[in-house]
């Protein structure tokens, strides 16, 4: 009997595996995108044969000390500039590597995986790791900067302002931190851990967090403006366009709130039935939104009604899509490329190494 | 599956994020008084099963003289019920108590999984387990590490491994009801060095805070078990020796209890009710007490 308990509990209970939602990334006409578990790739989006140009992992590829790269997922989407894609794995490796495909151009560790995607702002890589720390790295060689330890993971991707750094931390704190030198400038402590990225509109930062509160600081010192409380946390990045902002939240819903006070603009938020981790998107007019289960939705600005959708990708999506003009890229875990219009029709790219 | 989250896990899921508030977020200190707790939860349970064990250990004797009078299968199954029904023990006694706690098991191993998963995915898929009560919330992200170990992972160091190894024998050991029947002794012993074996095998397999609930877990039972066992004395050294380095006959008193052999014999359930002293516990004696009436009801007829 217990022996029989003990095979059930043991199937039940096989170690979460971090299968990543790195999202896909545009550099001219170039995507990079994840292909597969810890895998990126670059397509031409002109090409219609679908060849990628497999970017990383390369055949035996190893890190500074000879040991093999193992990047167990990639959460980070990447970053490309001036021909180098910048990107965070969960082996806690911050890569540069050349988009041709010719292999990494330098690589540094942190002290714990890494979660959020870089920001590269004049010259400098700012990213966030397990290990509590913001770093600042030399974008041409990897010389680390400066590095802003908080009091947990800093699993949110920073944002770069007007010479300011604003991250969000587990800690429950958001951070704004002097750019060039990472000294600390204020700090605001939420009710729960912060995992979301924030935003800036006109002064005012919205960042989400694992209180189910989406809050409105004001950015230079760093006082709450108002917060707006959903049924489950919010790790969507928000979007604002005008005087609104949009967030979807794990309850499934999508909000649609005043930036200046946070009153609900909808007569009621859109329920898509599933976690919402996926950043809102805008389309043209339309608002894409893309819940866990792959289900999308194009609502409308004004009304928070559906213009079309459920259309179901039947994957699970929760990195966030990539507008290109009135279409966009979707990334599914696992390695999949969608692509939708503004009208909800969606094609499933076929990809070719 | 829904309504066994509902029931089970999720309520299982938010105590340990609860105890874990109240443990000022140490959260391998949450599952190892939670794990006390549930432990003391199905104490009354586990009581019963060990009785029951104990009790069906004092009449192997007389169910194997049973098995040897009668050949026909049959005739020996009907001999053996009908001696369980007048010495007032159930065979399947031990396993129902089991069975009522098995549930709870695989909830609780469920919610250590979820708890403990440590990736972004399996900290979204916490969010939706957790009641929207700030209290809760606010213990998000919950801390993984625990002495030398990540909860989340298993346990590389073989430390965790061999604790679970070692509690797991001590308490089948004591669990293990003795016995004189060769085939069962043989059984015994393999259960006895393969049940370890096995859960520290799959401690190194599965994250280490279900390690941490199994070790617990053991510990409390070898507690539970010197309580139940009553006034006499356990004998240690023979519990933390292997069987084969103790004599024989030593075996079955490993637990200062008289070997089989040394008891009185039972008499045949057929002419005579079981001796008053065969049978352990108020329960059994007062069951006795109603075979030994019916018995005077006969007399009289």
Redesign the interface.
């Known amino acids: 009997m217990a022996l029989a308990t003990l095979f059930v509990a043991t199937a039940c209970t096989r170690i979460a595996e971090p299968k990543g939602w790195a999202g896909p990334t545009l550099a001219d006409d170039l995507l990079v995108a994840s292909i597969g578990r810890g895998e990126l790739a670059a397509v031409d989006i002109e090409d219609s044969s679908g060849r990628v140009t497999r970017l990383f992992p390369l055949k035996d590829q190893k890190h500074p000390d000879g040991s093999k790269i193992d990047p167990e997922a990639i959460y980070s989407t990447p970053v490309v500039t001036d021909g180098t894609g910048y990107f965070g794995a969960y082996d806690g490796w911050l890569y540069a590597l050349y988009l041709d495909g010719s292999g990494i151009r330098w690589q540094v560790e942190t002290g714990g995986s890494i979660i959020g995607s870089a920001v590269v702002q004049d010259g400098v890589v700012y990213i966030g790791s397990d290990d509590g720390k913001l770093h600042a790295f030399d974008a041409e060689a990897g010389d680390l900067r400066w590095q802003f330890k908080s009091g947990d993971s800093i699993w949110a991707t920073p944002l770069v302002a007007d010479g300011v750094v604003y991250v969000a931390s587990m800690d429950k704190k958001v951070y704004a931190l002097d750019a060039a030198s990472g000294q600390e400038k204020w700090h605001f402590k939420a009710k729960a851990g912060l995992a979301s990225t924030p935003v800036l509109a006109d002064g005012t930062l919205l960042v989400g967090g694992l209180d189910s509160r989406i809050r409105a600081l004001d950015a230079v010192s760093g006082e709450e403006r108002w917060y707006f409380k959903a049924d489950d946390w919010f790790w969507t990045q928000p979007l604002v366009l005008g005087n609104t902002v949009y967030a979807g939240s794990l309850d499934g819903k999508v909000y649609a709130l005043d930036v200046n006070d946070g009153t609900p603009k909808w007569e009621k938020p859109f329920d898509t039935e599933e976690s919402v981790r996926a950043a809102p998107l805008l389309l043209d007019d339309v608002l894409l939104i893309a819940n866990r289960t792959g289900k999308l939705f194009g609502l409308d600005l004004e009304n928070g009604q559906a213009i079309w959708g459920p259309t179901d990708l039947a994957k699970t999506v929760l990195a966030d899509p990539l507008a290109q003009g009135a279409m966009a890229y979707i990334s599914a875990q696992g390695g999949d490329l969608f692509t939708v219009n503004k009208d909800g029709e969606y094609k499933r790219l076929t990809l070719t190494e | 599956m829904f309504l066994w989250d509902l029931v089970f896990v999720n309520p299982i899921t938010n105590a340990l994020v609860i105890l874990n508030n109240i443990v000022l977020g140490y959260f391998g200190v949450a599952i190892i008084i939670f794990t006390i707790l549930m432990r003391l939860l199905t104490m009354p349970l586990t009581l019963r099963q060990i009785r029951s064990s104990r009790a069906l250990s004092t009449l192997q004797p007389k169910i194997q003289e049973l098995q040897k009078k009668y050949k026909d299968p049959k005739r020996r199954q009907e001999e053996t019920m009908k001696f369980y029904r007048e010495a007032g023990v159930n065979p399947l006694g031990c396993?129902l108590p089991?069975?009522v706690q098995?549930p709870i098991?695989?909830a609780l191993?469920?919610a250590?999984?979820i708890t403990v998963?440590?990736?972004?995915?399996?900290?979204?898929g916490l969010?939706?387990r957790l009641y929207?009560w700030?209290y809760i919330?606010?213990?998000?992200?919950l801390e993984n590490s625990f002495l030398w170990m990540d909860l989340?992972?298993?346990d590389t160091s073989l430390i965790l491994a061999f604790i679970v190894f070692a509690s797991t024998y001590v308490q089948q050991r004591l669990a293990t009801p003795p016995t004189t029947d060769p085939r069962t002794q043989s059984t015994n012993q393999m259960m006895l060095w393969m049940?370890p074996l096995?859960?520290a095998f799959?401690t190194l397999?599965?994250?280490s805070g279900?390690g941490v609930y199994w070790a617990m877990s053991n510990i409390v039972g070898v507690v539970m078990y010197y309580f139940a066992h009553g006034p006499e004395p356990i004998n240690w050294r023979t519990v933390l020796l292997p069987p084969s380095a103790a004599p024989a006959g030593k075996q079955a008193s490993r637990r200062g209890e008289p070997s089989p052999k040394e008891k009185e014999p039972v008499e045949e359930p057929a002419e005579e009710p079981v001796e008053a002293d065969l049978l352990p516990g108020s329960k059994r004696k007062k069951r006795l007490r109603h075979g030994r009436s019916r018995g005077k009801r006969k007399d009289r007829r």
Do not use: D, K
């Open positions: 396993l089991m069975l098995f098991w695989i191993y469920n250590l999984r998963g440590g990736t972004p995915e399996s900290v979204i969010s939706q929207p700030g919330e606010q213990a998000v992200p989340g992972q298993p049940m096995m859960f799959f397999q599965v994250p279900l």
